[in-house]
């Protein structure tokens, strides 16, 4: 048995064991860098800024998708910029508060951007230039679980697109 170790083991030692060979190392990764800093945003125009300001005050009573007197003061207004500048495009956003499960909220939020897309499109506002979607409870404004947090989360919120091929692009939540 000596013998056989012997025989196995007196070449490695003469001859030497293959060592392993160290991994190859990977090509350094090389990043481009940035041509020169990004564009500057071009200031929202004022008409788009005063109906983000109209917006905020479009909400909903508990289970309800009626708007109130100040909401439709506010999509009133505008409906009245949307008339005037017809590059303005919106997504209108329903949201519910955390009461109820996330099926029957997702169908409330969309009631809720559905009366708001129907009021607008009764002030003129033509079906190509607003669209609806639904986020339930999934988008809070205020997490809390308490009346007040429930008040502003029962919302619609508008994604505000302008500008076209012809001038300014640029959106506004």
């Not at 013998?3 to 293959?18: F, H, K, N």
């Not at 909401?71 to 508060?97: C, V, W």
């Not at 506002?125 to 404004?141: I, L, W």
């Amino acid at each position: 048995m000596l013998r056989i170790a012997a025989s196995v083991l007196l070449p490695c030692l003469l001859v030497g064991c293959p060592k392993p060979q160290p991994p190859e190392e990977p090509p350094p990764i090389t990043v481009d860098a940035p041509a020169d800093k990004a564009p500057e945003k071009a200031p929202v125009p004022e008409h788009v800024a005063e109906m983000a300001r109209n917006f905020n005050k479009v909400f909903f009573a508990f289970d309800s998708s009626d708007l109130s007197a100040e909401g439709k003061a506010a999509l009133d207004a505008n409906a009245t910029i949307m008339g005037q500048y017809s590059d303005l495009r919106l997504e209108i956003q329903g949201h519910a508060d955390e009461r109820g499960t996330t099926e029957y909220n997702l169908a409330l939020g969309q009631k809720r951007a559905d009366a708001v897309v129907r009021y607008l499109l009764g002030r003129g506002v033509a079906t190509s230039r607003v669209k609806s979607v639904s986020y339930g409870e999934e988008r809070p404004v205020d997490g809390r679980s308490f009346e007040t947090a429930y008040d502003q989360n029962r919302r619609a919120e508008f994604k505000i697109t302008y500008g076209g091929d012809t001038g300014v692009q640029g959106t506004t939540n």
